[in-house]
Nanobody, 121 residues
Framework: QVQLAESGGGSVQAGGSLRLSCAAS????????IGWFRQAPGKEREGVAR???????FYADSVKGRFTISQDIAKSTVYLQMDSLKPEDTAMYYC???????????????WGQGTQVTVSS
């Protein structure tokens, strides 16, 4: 049974930082894709960053240079370091895993419950 548990969300002012964590039990981060998606109210879910077989694979253009995805294999945890946050980063952030094609959120069988990130101007 794969379980993903996100933590680390919160409210910050623009320019601030947050680090999200995704603890993945029952899942081997080295296989397939694991990454972060986000969904803001009234908007479609979008990919933010992902690892493929443990190696960096993707950042959304909107977060390049500001967000960093990493993993601790020993802890089966994937992190999303978010710096220089902007109000448009406000969304529910989800960890997802298990896809082998990786591009579409609908292809991921395992999801966490989400963690809210709110950035005020």
């Amino acid at each position: 049974q794969v379980q993903l548990a996100e933590s680390g969300g919160g409210s910050v002012q623009a320019g601030g930082s947050l680090r999200l964590s995704c603890a993945a039990s029952g899942y081997t981060p080295r296989r397939g894709c694991i990454g972060w998606f986000r969904q803001a109210p009234g908007k479609e879910r979008e990919g933010v960053a992902r690892l493929r077989s443990g190696v960096f694979d993707f950042y959304a253009d909107s977060v390049k240079g500001r967000f960093t995805i990493s993993q601790d294999i020993a802890k089966s945890t994937v992190y999303l370091q978010m710096d220089s946050l902007k109000p448009e980063d406000t969304a529910m952030y989800y960890c997802a895993a298990g896809s082998t094609t990786c591009a579409l959120w609908s292809e991921y069988p395992y999801w966490g419950q989400g963690t809210q990130v709110t950035v005020s101007s």
